[in-house]
């Protein structure tokens, strides 16, 4: 089985204090068929002269004005062509052999278009403070936009990887705009597939001080138009970790999953139909 192309793209606007860390928890990976891009808003900090040192290891690497983050994003995806897609912000870290489990997920299921992952967070200076439970992940509520943190809890972007072909069937680019970028796509996926969880740590968001969202997340609500009173919010939150606590100890949710008895990587389907797979192997590129 030949493994998959992934496409990783990193938006970049004065992160040098991180961003060598996010480029090194990619190219470490020493996954055969990547092509990493990195877009550049025109940095002032030293991110050119760090992203210079890794150059030749990307496909493609610019630094010019651009109109924010959502269209960094597009110019990069713009010159990547893999059959697995995913971004990272320039401040956050893949985790160790994610690349490698995600091309086997993708090669071994066709059914399955869009993973995500454990929300993990970590500080600023690489400690992991949060991991979530196994999230529960509805078609119908996150078309209307309820995954954030303040309802049932975000998608995390970092963690998330999906088909080429089901980002050219949502439209094949982010609406421009400043916050909710990720939320957007996510609802123009749901209108076709399933999210599928992956219940391991693939990737860690980090608290940075600098980010753009560091406003507890007031202007993503107010883009998304979440204007649910807090009392709502808070119960609906709670009730929903109960339902998913309750669906995953009944085995009723879809997942990927390492069973520690068999040592081995599992897909389940549903209740009673569970299929192991194998890790790809250092094969050649497709």
């Not at 992934?6 to 860390?21: A, D, H, L, M």
């Not at 749901?190 to 219940?199: D, F, N, Q, R």
Request: proline share 5%; with cysteine; hydrophobic share 35%.
């Amino acid at each position: 089985m030949k493994i998959p192309k992934i496409s990783i793209v990193t938006p970049s606007y004065n992160q040098g204090k991180f961003i060598e860390q996010t480029i090194q928890s990619v190219l470490s990976q020493n996954y055969t068929n990547l092509e990493c891009v990195i877009i550049d808003g025109g940095s002032s900090d030293q991110s050119l002269k760090i992203i210079g040192k890794y150059q030749k290891k990307l496909k493609h690497f610019e630094s010019k004005k651009d109109r924010g983050q959502s269209h960094a994003i597009n110019k990069g995806f713009a010159k990547t062509n893999g059959e697995i897609m995913a971004w990272i912000n320039s401040d956050d870290i893949l985790k160790p052999g994610t690349l490698r489990l995600v091309a086997s997920i993708f090669a071994n299921f066709p059914e399955i278009e869009w993973i995500s992952s454990l929300p993990s967070t970590i500080t600023a200076d690489g400690q992991q403070v949060y991991l979530a439970q196994p999230p529960l992940y509805s078609r119908s509520m996150i078309r209307r936009g309820l995954y954030t943190r303040k309802m049932l809890g975000f998608i995390m972007q970092e963690g998330t990887f999906w088909r080429r072909s089901l980002w050219e069937k949502a439209g094949g680019k982010l609406e421009e705009v400043p916050y909710t970028m990720d939320m957007k796509l996510w609802q123009k996926f749901a209108k076709h597939t399933s999210l599928y969880l992956v219940e391991s740590c693939l990737a860690s968001y980090r608290l940075n001080p600098e980010r753009k969202n560091n406003d507890s997340h007031q202007n993503y609500y107010l883009e998304m138009g979440d204007t649910w009173p807090p009392i709502i919010s808070h119960l609906l939150k709670f009730t929903w970790r109960q339902v998913a606590k309750l669906a995953h100890h009944l085995r009723l949710v879809p997942k990927i999953y390492f069973d520690q008895n068999t040592l081995k990587w599992k897909f389940r389907r549903n209740l009673f139909e569970v299929e192991s797979f194998e890790l790809l192997g250092d094969t050649q590129p497709g």
